[in-house]
């Protein structure tokens, strides 16, 4: 069973930065389709960030020009880049490996954003 460990998450004030990784128990290559995503108090999980094949990245609307996804395949390792935090960025973060025969996902690591 591959694991996805979510870590980097906390409390942060608006304006503020954080950095999520997200560490893999495989490895990992330009083939494999890797996100964030993020679930609101109250809402459903959607999706923030994806890079699929070959590198290529797709980014939320809300959060376009705040966050930069990326990855080390030698590591195994995801991260999210945020800054210019706002309230409606405080939700539980989830990172996501997903092929055409599995679905793997992390617990979450939670970020709250304070006024």
């Known amino acids: 069973q591959v694991q996805l460990v979510e870590s980097g998450g906390g409390l942060v004030q608006v304006g503020g930065s954080l950095r999520l990784s997200c560490a893999i128990s495989?490895?990992?290559?330009?083939?494999?389709?890797l996100g964030w995503y993020r679930r609101a108090p109250g809402e459903q999980r959607k999706s923030v960030a994806s890079?699929?094949?070959?590198?290529?990245?797709n980014y939320g609307d809300s959060v376009k020009g705040r966050v930069t996804i990326s990855r080390d395949n030698a590591k195994s390792q995801l991260y999210l880049e945020m800054s210019n935090l706002k309230p409606d960025d405080t939700a539980v973060y989830y990172c996501?490996?997903?092929?055409?025969?599995?679905?793997?996902w992390g617990q979450g690591t939670q970020v709250t954003v304070s006024s």
């Open positions: 890079m699929g094949v070959g590198g290529n990245t």
């Open positions: 996501r490996n997903v092929g055409v025969t599995f679905d793997y």
């Open positions: 495989k490895t990992i290559t330009n083939i494999n389709h």
